[in-house]
């Protein structure tokens, strides 16, 4: 059976900032004839749930009130990036928007709600070991 890597939080999983999650029945509906690994990289770097949101400003994440948690974030995601490569996953399938995640658009670091085209760290460091990504805004219904 293929594999897909997916954000935890697209499943339910109140892995997110504020505690909560970002469950998308688009997503899961896409999943059924796959095998799911579930993984949050920001929980896997050590961060707390809830925690105080960040961005990436010039290339550093950074938090709401101005501090570096750019080791966090990168650590979080080798983490998981070893899990993909272990898993030997055919495609991963991302939470749209966050600063780990988000595989189309990002927050331009300013905390003002202006999204940029960019990508999160995770999603870049997927790429850029080979490893196919999607967007979970670019799935669509997947009826049969
Ligand atoms: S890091 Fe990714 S999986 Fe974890 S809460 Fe944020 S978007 Fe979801």
């Keep these: 059976m293929n594999k897909i ?20 029945e688009k997503v899961i509906d896409f999943l059924k004839d796959y095998e ?34 750019d080791k966090e974030y990168r650590s979080g995601s080798e ?7 272990e898993e030997n996953v055919d ?6 928007r966050s600063p780990s995640c988000g595989a189309n658009r990002i927050y331009d670091g300013s905390f003002s709600g202006k999204l940029i085209e960019g990508k ?13 990504v999607l967007d979970s805004e670019d799935i669509e219904d997947h009826k049969n």
């Design 79 to 85: 983490l998981c990036l070893g899990k993909a490569l």
């Design 120 to 132: 999160g760290v995770f999603a870049q460091l997927l790429i850029d070991n080979g490893i196919k």
């Design 5 to 24: 890597l997916v954000s935890a939080c697209l499943l339910g999983q109140n892995c997110k900032y504020n505690g909560g999650n970002n469950y998308n």
């Design 36 to 69: 799911v690994i579930p993984v949050c990289p920001e929980v896997a770097g050590g961060l707390p749930i809830p925690r105080i949101p960040c961005e990436i400003l010039d290339g550093v994440v950074i938090n709401k009130e101005g501090e570096s948690k």
């Design 91 to 96: 495609l991963a399938i991302l939470q749209s």
